[in-house]
């Protein structure tokens, strides 16, 4: 393969003839990711955890997860806006390193075509790394942008593809930065950053040339003369990154903001009034009927040898309670808090006979599917902010937001909070 002549286009020396690109380019864009793709990870971890997997099949979409489940534990209620604000941390973050991230491989992208592709073990091991971080980098952001925007093309659960690929990345991260870290501060040493953003086209010039222990560099060889400067790069992206936080992050802010969310998945608030906020699918999307919530509805509360059940009249005699909680679902969106009213699930779990109840199965009448049922832990269920919740903002719910009878709970993913609710047996 050394003796072999390197195909032609993007495989010749010649080929790549930016004047800008270089280790100190390359290093700036690598460090902002280094900062945000770990807050990445660990965002998107717990957000796995707060759907709390361990309960069962029922809330975990990834039951073959083995020992990538190794941190899980108890998500709190406390504080309510956990979920709100790791969520939208991790979708808004996200979507703002896209440009980064492409600036990035822009800059690295002779190296993916070096000849000979492969010149020694070590050699070998990085290019490894490259194929999982950059394929694994590329996965992550391609399908979570894909499920923020409800567009589901996987073939299989988002939930069980994006933790996977999260991990082969990660892991693959790690070695890249291992290996990288040494070379990227000397690079980031080499060049001041005030001076560059000094520095206009005019005065633009190729960085000196440098090999790695490979015998590669990153400066071209036969450099074109320069179409923008490194500080016009630097601040394309910049821009670019602003200009995405503008019209995301309102999703996650919610309130007046929202209207600035032009990327948000579901548009913006359906409606005024107190059940004017958003929704994640509609009940005519789900299959809702009128018969399934008319008045032959009927909740059936379930616990030790004990099976209530109640009109939503009677619900409405019992003593009611009230909690300001938001809705924040994975998508990244949320909304300010919303006044709810309704019966406490401690209530509930004492009139079924288990006061102390350890787990809640929540059904819901909406057709058989993922998440129509969910598992909710004993912390959830003492919470006195966890309601079975049948008014909203002074008003009764509407049907898309659950009528006549949904769960809220402080810090839970909003698919959890389920609607329509039709069953809830409380275990201990």
Known sequence: MREAPAPGGPFQPGFWRSPIRGPWLTSVFGLVLLAGIPVLFVTGALSYAAYNPGLGPLNDQTPDKGLL???????????????????????????????????????????????????????????????????????????GIFNIQLYYIFPGSFYRLHL???????????????????????????????????????????????????????????????????????????????????V????????????????????????????GFQINKTAAAVGISASDVGPDWRLEVAGHATMLTFTRAELLTLPQHSAALPIACVEGWSTPDQHWSGLRLADLAAMAGLPDAGTVLVESVQPPGPYTSVM??????????????LRVNGADLSLDHGYPARIIVPANPGVNNTKWVRRLTFRT
């Open 248 to 275: 995301t992050a309102g999703q996650s802010i919610g309130g007046r903001l929202r209207v600035t969310a032009l990327l948000a998945p579901h548009g913006r608030n359906p409606g005024s009034g107190p059940n």
């Open 69 to 143: 489940g190794f941190y899980l534990f108890h998500w709190p209620t406390h504080p309510y806006w956990l979920y709100r604000l790791t969520q939208g941390v991790h979708v808004t973050l996200g979507v703002v390193l896209v440009p980064v991230l492409l600036a990035k491989l822009w800059s690295v992208i002779p190296r993916l075509f070096a000849w000979p592709p492969v010149r020694n073990p070590a050699n070998a091991l990085e290019r490894l790394t490259l194929v999982l971080l950059v394929g694994g980098v590329i996965f992550e952001f391609v399908t």
């Open 376 to 389: 909710l832990r004993g912390n959830q269920i003492r919470d006195p902010r966890s309601l079975l919740a």
């Open 164 to 246: 996977y690929g999260a991990w082969v990345f990660i892991a693959a991260f790690i070695v890249h930065v291992t290996l990288k870290a040494g070379p990227m501060w000397r690079a980031l040493r080499s060049r001041s950053f005030v001076t560059e953003l000094r520095t206009d086209l005019a005065h633009t010039r190729p960085e000196p040339a440098d090999a790695d222990q490979d015998g590669l560099s990153l400066v071209p060889a036969a450099p074109a003369a320069p179409t923008i400067s490194r500080r016009g790069a630097v601040g394309m992206v910049g821009a670019g990154s602003l200009a995405l936080l503008a």
